[in-house]
């Protein structure tokens, strides 16, 4: 009987700090928090009015978009993105190559056969803090990991 209520009571506490650890995409400033510690970031709005996160991360220029937003706010995704002008110098064989080795990051040739690396990212119902920034990490490194090996920068 104890251990049922003691379970309860530490439940009850602990419940609360587990909720406050969360971000989620409703909360594009918190999102913009944890991408500055990665280099800059400034938070702006799309074309049709949602959140946007603009920055450079090792020089690099990339954007966090926010997607399944009601009335430009409430969103439930981000998608990180970044896009290289290179005068259509890139095949679909590269982007497709790089596609099949690397779990982060996908890679396509926009409409002017330019170069683009994304990351699409579900924050519904919130994750931890550390899991945003580690996945901010991963683009990071997503990011270095296109420019050396498909870009030869």
Same mark, same amino acid.
């Given at each position: 009987?104890?251990?049922?209520?003691?379970?309860?009571?530490?439940?009850?506490?602990?419940?609360?700090?587990?909720?406050?650890?969360?971000?989620?995409?409703?909360?594009?400033?918190?999102?913009?928090?944890?991408?500055?510690?990665?280099?800059?970031? !400034?938070?702006?709005?799309?074309?049709?009015?949602?959140?946007?996160?603009?920055?450079?991360?090792?020089?690099?220029?990339?954007?966090?978009?926010?997607?399944?937003?009601?009335?430009?706010? !409430?969103?439930?995704?981000?998608?990180?993105?970044?896009?290289?002008?290179?005068?259509?110098?890139?095949?679909?064989?590269?982007?497709?190559?790089?596609?099949?080795?690397?779990?982060?990051?996908?890679?396509?040739?926009?409409?002017?056969?330019?170069?683009?690396?994304?990351?699409?990212?579900?924050?519904?119902?919130?994750?931890?803090?550390?899991?945003?920034?580690?996945?901010?990490?991963?683009?990071?490194?997503?990011?270095?990991?296109?420019?050396?090996?498909?870009?030869?920068?």
């Amino acid at each position: 009987m104890w251990k049922g209520i003691l379970a309860g009571v530490m439940l009850a506490v602990v419940q609360p700090v587990w909720a406050a650890d969360l971000v989620d995409a409703t909360d594009p400033q918190q999102v913009m928090n944890l991408a500055r510690g990665y280099g800059s970031a !400034n938070l702006s709005t799309d074309g049709v009015g949602d959140p946007m996160i603009t920055g450079r991360m090792d020089g690099t220029r990339y954007s966090i978009m926010f997607y399944g937003c009601s009335d430009n706010r !409430n969103c439930k995704t981000i998608r990180f993105s970044s896009a290289w002008a290179t005068d259509g110098q890139y095949t679909l064989e590269d982007m497709n190559a790089w596609n099949e080795g690397y779990r982060f990051g996908k890679a396509y040739l926009d409409d002017e056969g330019d170069p683009v690396l994304e990351m699409n990212v579900n924050l519904r119902y919130g994750v931890s803090r550390r899991n945003l920034d580690d996945t901010i990490d991963w683009w990071r490194v997503a990011l270095g990991q296109f420019k050396s090996e498909v870009l030869g920068q």
